[in-house]
């Protein structure tokens, strides 16, 4: 093999997203001969986690790997559901004793890939540091490894872009998530490391990153807890694609995604693989708002 294509998903946001996803990444695997797909699921029960059973059925719409991020813990199921799938990662650099794992190793054909997890600190819980424990898999996993995929899931640019240094040549990727919002920074480094900070959603786009705009509003304006339910409306499925070298582990390319999805007249033919058009038309495609429990992001 000459060539390896990894599809990745951004951060999959209720029942949207899991529609948009279920669609759409077989035909994106066909379009453009995909090896491997990686998604984020972190958001995919409602904007707030995933259930066991979301995890089984994501696996089949395509998924060859799960990675997740800070909404992990929010359905407590998950935490045995770890037990039994190795597929599904959480970030690596929460503390031992956290359920699951975040990183996996597998064989495709005679490409080996690894797939690591990890998570920021910058506005966000302090965990074990990502750099520390990011650096300890690296070393370890490119023993094996032809290839390696970073999901670094963080909220500053800065710590993205830092980790990009800290690891870049050693790995063949490492693609940010949790913003939600795709940026148009995407490269390769001379070293052979394909970087974007925020691959973006996969989700209602008619919302607040992904949430109704009515009570994320609220919460800014009053200061006080609302509840929150995932949007329904301009549903896109969004990441990068990143073609590498087995032979080198470095990546030729990546590009950037964000396809529209109307679940009444989605059509896989009607895929164009283009970044988000600028102009936002929503379409009445409602996919069905999820309530949840869960009132902070
Ligand atoms: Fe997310
Ligand atoms: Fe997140």
């Known amino acids: 093999m000459s060539e390896f294509t990894i599809m990745f998903i951004a951060d999959i946001c209720g029942k949207a997203g899991r529609q948009a996803a279920a ?8 379009k453009y001969s995909v090896d491997f797909v990686i998604a984020n699921v972190e958001n995919a029960a409602g904007g707030f986690g995933i259930t066991p059973e979301m995890a089984r059925k994501s696996f089949a719409y395509g998924i060859d790997i799960q990675t997740s991020g800070n909404h992990i813990w929010d359905r407590y199921e998950i935490r045995s559901y770890f037990k039994t799938d190795a597929k599904l990662l959480r970030p690596a650099n929460f503390p031992p004793g956290a359920p699951g794992r975040g990183s996996f190793l597998e064989n495709v054909g005679d490409v080996k890939i690894g797939v690591i997890n990890l998570q920021g600190r910058t506005y966000m819980k302090d965990i ?11 070393s370890e996993m490119r023993r094996e490894a ?26 063949s ?3 940010g998530t949790h913003t939600h919002v795709q940026t148009a920074d995407e490269y390769v480094t001379g070293k052979g490391t394909a970087y974007i900070t925020d691959a973006g959603m996969t989700g209602p786009y008619d919302s607040v990153i992904g949430m109704e705009k009515e009570p994320s509003l609220q919460r800014f304006l009053t200061g006080m807890p609302h509840r929150f339910t995932t949007a329904s409306n ?4 969004a990441g990068v694609i990143v073609r590498v070298n087995p032979t080198s582990g470095k990546a030729t390319s990546i590009e950037r995604f964000c396809e529209k999805f109307n679940l009444e007249n989605f059509k896989p033919e009607d895929i164009t693989g283009k970044p988000r058009e600028n102009a936002t038309e929503v379409n009445a495609n409602s996919a069905g708002a999820e309530s ?4 902070e992001t």
């Not at 759409?24 to 066909?30: L, V």
């Not at 990502?130 to 690296?138: C, H, L, S, W």
């Not at 980790?163 to 040549?169: A, C, E, S």
């Open 128 to 138: 074990d540091c990502p750099f520390v424990v990011g650096g300890k898999i690296v």
């Open 173 to 175: 990727a490492v693609v």
């Open 146 to 171: 032809d290839i390696i995929f970073v999901d670094m899931h963080a909220e500053a640019t800065s710590e993205k872009q830092a980790m990009l240094y800290w690891l870049d040549g050693e790995v």
């Open 23 to 30: 669609h759409m990444i077989k035909p994106m695997r066909e």
């Open 234 to 237: 301009d549903i896109r499925m």
């Open 292 to 295: 949840e429990d869960v009132s």
